[in-house]
């Protein structure tokens, strides 16, 4: 199947780190992404992962792969409050076209 | 620099009654265009996909149709809405031969069916 898992919703306080969780489907996917949607917005891309990577570090971003789990997360240090939005992890199948499957997505709040 | 425009921003519309939401890409050529939906509380649903002017892909058979009548233009349509048709609609576009083949979405369209 088709069907990429996250948990559905992650509350911190403002300053701890957060971390969101994933399950993908696809073993041979090459790319991995992860996506923020603000309230009544559209997706923003936030970074990806190849698929011969283990980690990954963007500034307060850190992207952990597991291949042999499928499990991909997204660690969110020094969490403010204007990370609270929602997160969608997608793979990219390894079909010819480039397609990609999204999660259900986790909604992060983050309180004062 | 690329950027995607979606309109109109909300739209009610009434069971039966028909549909056009429009979707325009600037700054590139040749992308790929896809249409999702976000029903409440759910993930994305690629609806259709397209790799040039008048190719369209379908995912999920439904109550809905697309087009491409221009190489960045995409529209979403039906002939007659139904109450499951509500949802948050995306319009994307990911660069065709990229090789990362990440997508970039719209402001997208809230659709109420009433």
């Known amino acids: 199947g088709e069907d990429v898992e996250q948990s559905l919703f992650l509350s911190v306080r403002e300053g701890d780190s957060s971390v969101i969780n994933c399950t993908y489907t696809?073993?041979?996917?090459?790319?991995l992404y992860w996506y923020k949607q603000e309230p009544g917005a559209g997706l923003q891309l936030l970074t990806y992962i190849f698929s011969n990577m283990d980690m990954k570090q963007d500034q307060r971003l850190t992207v952990l792969l597991n291949k042999k789990d499928k499990h991909l997360s997204l660690r969110i240090a020094d969490t403010q409050t204007g990370d609270s939005a929602i997160y969608f992890c997608?793979?990219?199948?390894?079909?010819?076209?480039?397609?990609?499957?999204f999660g259900t997505g986790t909604r992060l709040l983050v309180s004062p | 620099s690329q950027t995607i425009h979606q309109w109109p921003a909300t739209l009610v519309q009434p069971v039966g009654s028909p549909l056009s939401l429009e979707c325009t890409v600037e700054?590139?050529?040749?992308?790929?265009l896809y249409w999702y939906r976000q029903a409440a509380g759910r993930g994305l649903q690629l609806l259709f996909y397209?790799?040039?002017?008048?190719?369209i892909s379908s995912e999920v058979p439904q109550n809905l149709s697309a087009s491409r009548p221009q190489d960045r233009q995409f529209i979403l349509s039906s002939k007659k809405l139904l109450l499951s048709d509500s949802g948050f609609y995306l319009c994307?576009?990911?660069?065709?031969?990229?090789?990362?083949?990440?997508?970039?979405f719209g402001p997208g369209t809230r659709l109420t069916v009433t």
């Open positions: 700054g590139t050529s040749n992308p790929n």
């Open positions: 997608a793979e990219r199948m390894n079909t010819g076209f480039q397609k990609l499957v």
């Open positions: 994307a576009w990911s660069l065709r031969g990229g090789v990362v083949y990440e997508q970039y």
């Open positions: 397209s790799v040039g002017i008048g190719q």
């Open positions: 696809d073993s041979s996917s090459t790319y």
